[in-house]
């Protein structure tokens, strides 16, 4: 029950089996003032007990469990009476394909179990988590269906260390500058994003533009969300490397904890991979690939921002739209958190809102009458 101390925070349920887990994510939670813990259960079953008695604000759930994995019982929340879910994992090869099962089937966002190993660790995890938690309390659930697979046919100025700021005159130089090549589309989402970029990406055709794409998700994670994708989707998904070559009918995924963003050569594009510090409190940050892309590709640009919360991307869209890319926002009512999209509209960098279900023919009418296929 909420008290003078808890009412108006955020409250968070802890259900994981390892106790010292559950200390250490305790301390992280309730270390933030706006965030409470109402209490923490070592298996589905003492969760469920508490749930009856009272709904938290956002869950943070192991997927290794005694008695009921977390995969089956975040199944039967969202079947039930969907909430908010974080998943809080361990990273291994196995762990990575199991969270993407996770999303697919609700949870809202994927973080690591948090490290203890140095001060450093336990800060940077303390200000993930306790962000996941702010953006997952806002997020919409709603019940879940399993999805059918398709046919297979942080200061505000930390981008400029990777890409320096354009100014109003070198944007309109880009602009009139760059030559007409093929079109590079470029899409960033943070929460409740693997689904929508699922939804986009799913129905584009085999010789879709070539597609670069950043979801905020933690390293280890972003190759098996490629390979989910890549089972899904008629064009190639792959996580990208360095130096990878950016083509028509293929998708590349920013890998977690790196950014990556868009390099010009004469007429052909490349990625480039790079560590470099958090952008808007993200690596990768939506806010480099776009603003790499206003530079390199300029009126070649096609992007998209998606549901998320934060500012990651505002500020690039705003860019590739100042040098003649073309620029889209998801509207409020398909997003599973209006931050990222919002935050683009209001500073003037989205030219069309449009609901999910109408970006991927958005995207491919602007590409030009060539890519305007039917999948």
Do not use: W
Not at 47 to 76: N, Q
């Amino acid at each position: 029950m909420a008290n003078g101390q808890t009412q108006g925070k955020i409250r968070a349920l802890i259900v994981d089996d390892s106790a010292s887990v559950r200390s250490v994510l305790a301390g992280i939670l309730t270390g933030d003032p706006e965030i409470a813990v109402m209490g923490a259960a070592a298996d589905a079953y003492a969760a469920a007990e508490m749930i009856r008695g009272e709904i938290p604000d956002v869950m943070f759930l192991d997927i290794e469990m005694p008695r009921m994995d977390g995969l089956t019982f975040l199944k039967k929340i969202m079947a039930q009476r969907p909430i908010p879910v974080v998943i809080c994992s361990g990273l291994t090869e196995e762990g990575s394909d199991m969270m993407m099962q996770a999303l697919a089937a609700g949870a809202v966002d994927v973080i690591t179990k948090p490290k203890v190993h140095t001060a450093q660790h336990l800060r940077e995890s303390a200000m993930t988590i306790c962000d996941v938690a702010k953006a997952a309390a806002h997020a919409r659930v709603r019940s879940r269906k399993p999805r059918p697979v398709a046919a297979t046919v942080e200061a505000k100025n930390l981008a400029d260390v990777l890409i320096p700021e354009i100014s109003a005159e070198r944007a309109e130089k880009l602009r009139l500058s760059i030559p007409a090549t093929e079109p590079v589309v470029c899409l960033g989402a943070s929460t409740g994003g693997t689904e929508a970029l699922a939804a986009v990406l799913t129905a584009l055709p085999a010789d879709c533009p070539a597609t670069l794409v950043v979801q905020h998700m933690p390293e280890g994670f972003t190759a098996a969300f490629a390979r989910r994708l890549d089972g899904m989707c008629a064009p190639k998904v792959a996580e990208a490397r360095d130096g990878d070559l950016v083509r028509p009918g293929q998708v590349l995924i920013a890998p977690g904890n790196h950014h990556m963003m868009l390099r010009r050569a004469g007429s052909r594009y490349t990625v480039a991979i790079a560590e470099g510090p958090p952008v808007c409190r993200h690596r990768p940050s939506v806010d480099v690939l776009f603003r790499s892309a206003a530079q390199g590709a300029g009126p070649n640009a096609i992007a998209a921002i998606l549901t998320g919360m934060g500012d990651d991307g505002a500020r690039g869209l705003l860019e590739i739209r100042q040098t003649g890319g073309r620029t889209i926002a998801q509207n409020e009512e398909t997003c599973v958190v209006f931050g990222m999209p919002k935050e683009a509209i209001e500073r003037g960098g989205a030219q069309s809102v449009l609901p999910l279900g109408r970006i991927r023919a958005e995207l491919l009418s602007l590409a030009g009458p060539a890519r305007t296929k039917v999948a």
